[in-house]
């Protein structure tokens, strides 16, 4: 389709492909940083435009105006973060950095130029006289506030500190990235059959043509954590899994990716960053607006769980160590993933490898699509034709019960060296109607050890991770605001992972499950396997969120590797499990938006456990009332008011905490 196309810049002109979706075939990695300067100077002028308007000082010559401010560089900046995160190849990789630097500097010189916060903050004195509504009072104030926490209100001497302190956690946080990318593709293991003993069908074949891509016989596992959780847990050669797990933990923890001094460089300058700012701390900073609003209310939470969990990971233990010592065996961490999955297949008759047989890939979106037409409306189709970043992304259309467009959504779920790991969703575009209706295009992207045919058998974990991203997908999608800024997931971090840890629920669903031809008695296994191991799982995810928020609540320099392991003593964390995220590779919160907010994920799930208790106290998880008021009351108001608002707008009350225990079966 592109090659019809006339000419136009692809990253700098509005796209005359349906849905004004990307040219990414005609994209030239060297034609980024051309593009980078080109759109700065564009916003530049944008925003001079602004700081001398001689009109009377208004909301919409002001605040409205900075909303329309940088659509270029926006477009160049969505397309070029899209691809350094799924299809970073050495070109991209060699920019990061200095495409990074630019965006800080830019930035930094729109929150730090004192006629555009005068403006600002004019407008903001007199906003009791001024005609606005919620999502406008709203915008007005996070506007001023992202002033102050710019730095608007710093001499200028503290200002070009502060605007060093940026420039430096941009790099740094690059290098921590692209450090995790190294060392994840830097290490495979070659395997014979017989050393892949155990594993299922689906990662059997997978890994061989892992293997036959590379030129090689046999099998390939790599550190992708789809094939860490599988080998382990299904891996018969106890050395071989040990072997795995020590150089999953040991990423980035020496060696020629060490990571170590990037992480404590980091806190030291979000140390200093919010000093600055007049903060105690870096998180009490940074969860200013969020719904927990201060470190103590993140850590009450975080120990209220993980005081049952403990309990709960302790009766696991002994069972699996009971079982384990049949053969001989005292259990270690590589261990516990191995003899869980038999106690699944023993006592609840839940085999992990029949469930890969059912949950393929490609059916598991497809049921994905299905459950958003059930709740929403929404039907999806491929859009072949349209190019993507890579041959495995693929581009489709979203309509709405009426068949009007809704947005346009990328699925690329293929594991590969160039991706970063885990999984995430992103906009190409968001969803704004400032001066017209702008459709949204939104992407998901996760790493699952696809096969030749593209094709994968999931884990129930790894299905939940593709409904999570879904979730965010359709957060994004179902987004109906004004402003741009304020559109889909651009909410409070412990508010936007709510939408997402909900849409897990559907995917264990017994009707979704019975859709996906998965037997009775299979079903009923996952159902009552589901609370099995919730002790393991809230352990390992509580002991990375104790540990992000307590080294940004610190305010002296510490090893931080050193201090996070005699924390994790301290509160008892058993030798047999881990945290998730090994602090060396921890890219949510050192390359990401999560610092000093990992436990937003568990915060977010009292919410989504709570709401979809009202589903099952309906006695249909696809109640259309329900489903109405959820996407009316929540995935369409964005950032409009305060999410605590949207929430009891949805569901009558505040949420009940309760709900979280019941849901991991804790309490």
């Not at 700098?12 to 979706?21: M, N, R």
């Not at 299809?87 to 130029?113: F, N, S």
């Not at 969020?290 to 769980?305: D, F, G, N, R, S």
């Not at 859009?383 to 993507?388: D, I």
């Amino acid at each position: 389709m592109a090659d019809a196309l006339p000419r136009f810049d692809p990253l700098l002109e509005e796209s005359p492909l349906p849905f004004g979706a990307p040219a990414f075939d005609r994209i030239d990695p060297a034609a980024f940083l051309p593009a980078f300067r080109t759109g700065i100077t564009a916003a530049q002028a944008e925003i001079e435009a602004i700081a001398t308007d001689p009109a009377p000082l208004s909301f919409d010559n002001t605040v409205a105006a900075l909303e329309r401010a940088g659509a270029a560089l926006s477009r160049v900046r969505r397309i070029f973060w899209t691809l350094s995160s799924a299809q970073a190849v050495p070109a991209i990789r060699a920019i990061e950095a200095e495409v990074a630097a630019m965006l800080t500097e830019h930035g930094t010189a729109i929150a730090h130029d004192p006629r555009l916060f005068a403006r600002v903050d004019e407008v903001w004195r007199q906003r009791a006289d001024l005609t606005l509504d919620e999502a406008q009072a709203r915008l007005l104030r996070d506007s001023h506030q992202g002033f102050i926490d710019g730095g608007a209100l710093l001499d200028p001497e503290r200002k070009a500190r502060f605007a060093a302190i940026l420039q430096e956690l941009s790099a740094l946080s690059t290098r921590f990235g692209q450090n995790v990318l190294a060392a994840t593709a830097d290490w495979s293991m070659h395997l014979t059959r017989e050393e892949c003993a155990g594993l299922p069908d689906a990662m059997l074949t997978a890994s061989a043509a892992r293997a036959t891509a590379g030129g090689l016989t046999g099998h390939v596992v790599t550190l992708g954590r789809g094939d860490v959780e599988s080998f382990l847990a299904f891996a018969h050669h106890r050395d071989l899994r040990e072997r795995l797990w020590r150089a999953f933990v040991g990423r980035c923890d020496g060696g020629a990716h060490d990571n170590g001094p990037v992480a404590a460089a980091i806190l030291k300058l979000r140390r200093e960053k919010a000093a600055m700012l007049g903060a105690a701390s870096y998180a009490d900073h940074a969860l200013v607006g969020t719904m927990a609003e201060t470190p103590a209310a993140a850590e009450a939470l975080l120990l209220k769980v993980w005081i049952p969990a403990m309990a709960t990971a302790a009766e696991e233990q002994a069972e699996l160590q009971e079982l384990a010592e049949r053969g001989g065996v005292t259990i270690a961490a590589w261990d516990w993933r191995y003899y869980a999955e038999q106690v699944r297949r023993d006592r609840y008759a839940l085999d992990g490898g029949a469930v890969k047989t059912f949950l393929t890939l490609e059916r598991v979106r497809e049921a994905a699509f299905r459950v958003a037409g059930r709740l929403y409306g929404l039907a999806f189709s491929a859009r072949e034709a349209l190019p993507t970043w890579h041959a495995d992304a693929r581009a489709w259309a979203v309509t709405g019960a009426d068949g009007a467009a809704v947005g346009l959504l990328y699925t690329d779920f293929s594991a590969r060296a160039e991706k970063h790991g885990g999984a995430w969703m992103g906009s190409l575009r968001v969803q704004e109607a400032l001066d017209g209706d702008v459709r949204p295009i939104v992407y998901i992207v996760a790493n699952f050890a696809v096969d030749a045919g593209g094709d994968a058998g999931l884990s129930i974990d790894e299905a939940r991770t593709l409904f999570h991203e879904f979730g965010h997908a359709l957060h994004a999608l179902l987004s109906d605001v004004t402003y741009p800024s304020q559109a889909g997931t651009a909410v409070a971090r412990d508010f936007v992972e709510f939408p997402s840890k909900l849409m897990e629920h559907w995917i264990v669903a017994s009707e979704v499950l019975a859709e996906l031809e998965v037997p009775a008695a299979l079903i009923a296994a996952i159902a009552a396997a589901d609370s099995y191991g919730q002790g393991f799982a809230t352990v390992e995810f509580v002991a990375s969120a104790i540990v992000d928020l307590a080294l940004h609540r610190l305010t002296r320099d510490v090893d931080p590797v050193a201090h996070a392991a005699e924390l994790l003593a301290t509160l008892g964390m058993p030798a047999t499990i881990i945290p998730r995220h090994g602090l060396t590779h921890f890219t949510h919160v050192f390359d990401g938006g999560y610092a000093s907010q990992y436990y937003s994920y568990l915060w977010a799930e009292v919410l989504d456990a709570d709401t979809f208790e009202a589903f099952t106290e309906a006695g249909d998880v696809f109640d259309a009332g329900l489903a109405r008021r959820l996407r009316d009351e929540v995935l369409a108001r964005g950032n409009t008011r305060d999410p605590l608002a949207s929430f009891v707008a949805f569901r009558g009350r505040p949420p009940e905490p309760a709900a979280l225990l019941r849901a991991r079966g804790l309490g």
